[in-house]
Every structure is written in C-alpha cells, then in structure tokens.
C-alpha cells in the first residue's frame, strides 16, 4: 500500500461527495469519488482503494447491492466498507454487517466521527495486509523448510538402501568368497593328483603288459589272481574311473569360477561382465531351492533362452543382487502356492521360472524373468518397488529387496525395471541395461 492512503467515497448527493472530500484532503488522504453504485464498480475494475465510504440510498444499485457485488470480485473482497447512511435502524445496521461491511456512520455524520472510525479502519486493514504478507512469507519458508527436510530424508533413505545393500553384498560376498576358497583348497589337491595318478596308472599299466609278454606263464598261483581280480577290466575301467573324477573337478572348478564371480561386490568402477554368466552363478546358488521338496512341491523348472548378448560394462555383485532378488521372490512365491494346493494338483501344472535375453538394440540388452505362478492384483504391482512394501508374512521379507533392486538398475546401471503380472497366470520381471 502507498504511504498516502486512498479512499473511494460513493454517493449520489454531489454535496455529501463535496464535504467528505474536504474533510478527508486536509488529513492527507487521496480521495476518488463515484455518483452511483454502477459507476463505483466500474471505477474499482482499474482502481483499488484503501477504504471505500459507501451510502445506502441510492437510485440503480444501492449500496447493500454494490457491496455484496464487490464483496464477489476477489481482487477487491478484502478491502474494508464502511456504510454512509440515515437508515440506523437495527435490521439494517445489521444487514450492513452481513454482506461484508465492517463499520456505519449515521447521518448527519460529524467531522471527528468520520476521522476517527476511517482511520481507525485503514489502520486496521493496513495491520491486516502487513499480517497477511508475514503469513504468507513464513508459510513460504515452512515450505521451503519441509522441502529441504523432505530431500534430506530422501537423500538419508537413499543412502540407507546403498548401505543396506552394500553390507547384505559384503556379506554375502565374504560367505561366497569363503566358501569357493574353501572348495578350490581340495580341489586343487584332487587335481593335481588325479593328473599324477593318471600318469602312474600309465606307467603301472606299461610294466603290467611287459612282464606278460616276458613271462607269458608266470605260475598258477599268479594266474588264479589275475583271474580272481580281473585284471583286463581293472586295466579299462580305472582310466574311466579316473577321466571321471576329472570331469568332477572340472565342474567343481566351474562352480567355484561362479561363486568368485558372484562375490565380486566390492569393485569402485563398472568392468566388463558376461550376464549370461551371472544368471547362471546365481541360479546354482539357489538350485538347493528349486529341487523337489518331497510331498509338498514338484521341483521347479529353470527354462534358460539365452540370446548372444555382448559384454557389458556393470557392477557384477550388484546385478548378482538384482537375480537373487527376482529369482528369490519368484521361489517364493511358488513355497506359498505348495502351502495353499496338494503335491498332486500342482504336478498337473509344472512349475516354471523363465529366463530370456536378448539384444534390445545396439545400445541396450534386455532380460526377462517370468514365473507361471499366482501372478498379482493391480494394488500390489503398482506398489512392489515402494520402500518397505512387502506382501510376505512379518518376519520373512523387508520390504527392501525390490527397492534396492529398482536403484541398483536405475540409479547405478542407467537401465530400467518393470514389471507385468496377471492374477493366476504369472509374473513378468523386464530389466533392461544399457551396453
């Protein structure tokens, strides 16, 4: 508001206007005048008053119609109205201060009468706007203050989930590392004396051959041993035996290259991975799940169709996370369909985790993770990638997996999950990730 306050006197008696003014300029106040109500709405369409002095009696709109017409025009509603009138009886008086006014004066009106209650009013709605403007300013800073708050907690919550993560990775990382370090001790042992065994079963199988061919008749005694033995079968059947055990170590060392390659969670920058490789080290894993449990679930079939996916650059252990979770979850769900249905009725429909690759484009791959199971409602799914959200009984999920999951693949890889179900049909997990 100007430091001169403005005032709009209305009324339809050219020497009322004349004597308000007067009264009103020697105090310093700048006064706007208007004849009618009609002409006082038009005024106040470009010209905002301080205080508008309005009479009752007037020809066209009178003033109770003017003010509960400018009392509807927002711009203009607060401003104060003080009624001008020789109607003082009580019903109107009354009516005055329902349609918004917040003073009378009577007529004849005196001088210090009229000062007294118009700055009175002006000075009262001055405190009002200046109220109004520090509300305004402080719910301003309240709201800055709880933006600030609410990117904090945020920002407090987003580092819970990479510290929740980076400690169940270490974890389950320093259980893995232990365990493939523990198999490649023996292994390593097995290995090596397998490959001499093989050489001195050569050699045994040499000096054998030759004394037959020299003493051709070595004594009965000897020969009823060689019978009793079966030396010709012994002579096939230990290199079997033998390309045998190295067939296990061999698989045993597959195993343990998988186990190190899932521990890999503590690497600072993305290196090149095979992803088919780390479907499968998580799937071997979790293969103790997906065998029978006897009399209460078939065991669950892993159809694998694996596209020809480039390397790419990523967190290997993080994205282990992601295919633990999913591949989890889907087990999961499989154990609780075996407590709601018989052995039986679930033989009728094998149950199945699908996983597919494939080569998006040139700069992306995607993988898909489907089950067959019981599928989710609307609510759940549009729900499952919220902190703390989990549809498992107390005790038997946090709720963090799939949040953590959604931030390893969007926030530390770039890429994107999503995901598809249909009740009673199944479940379609869509990850993809950039080259």
Known sequence: MDNVSKILVVDDTPANLKVITEILSRENFKVSV??????????????????????????????????????????????????????????????GFSLGAVDYISKPFKEVELLARVKTHLKLYSLNQSLETQIAERTLKLEDTTTQLQTTLDQLQASQLSLIQHEKMSALGNLVAGIAHEINNPLS???????????????????????????????????????????????????KMLSSMEMGCDR???????????????????????VHQLLDSTLLLLKYRLQTKNNVRPEIQVIRTYGDLP????????????FMNLFANAIDMFDELAEENSFESLKTRPQQITVQTDCLNDKDIIIKISDNGKGMPATVRSRIFDRQFTTKVVGKGTGLGLTIAKQIIEEKHGGQITVNSIPDQGTDFIVTLPI
């Open 34 to 95: 208007a004849i009618s109500g009609e002409r006082a709405l038009k005024r106040l369409e470009s010209y905002i008053p301080d205080l508008i002095l309005l009479d009752i009696q007037m020809p066209g709109i009178n003033g109770f119609e003017t003010c509960q017409a400018i009392k509807e025009m927002d711009h203009i509603a607060d401003i104060p109205i003080i009624f001008i009138t020789a109607l003082s009886d009580t019903s109107n008086i009354l009516k």
């Open 189 to 239: 042992f097995l290995s090596g004396n397998i490959s001499e065994l093989k050489v001195s079963l050569e050699e045994m199988t040499d000096y054998i051959q030759l004394y037959e061919r020299i003493y051709p008749s070595p004594g009965e005694e000897i020969t009823e041993k060689r019978r009793q033995v079966d030396l010709d079968f012994l002579l096939q059947d230990l290199p």
């Open 252 to 274: 045993l060392q597959n195993i343990s290259t998988s186990l190190r390659a899932f521990s890999r969670s503590d690497i600072a920058s993305k290196i090149e991975a095979n």
């Open 311 to 322: 390397e790419i650059k990523c967190f290997p252990g993080q994205l282990n996370q992601v």
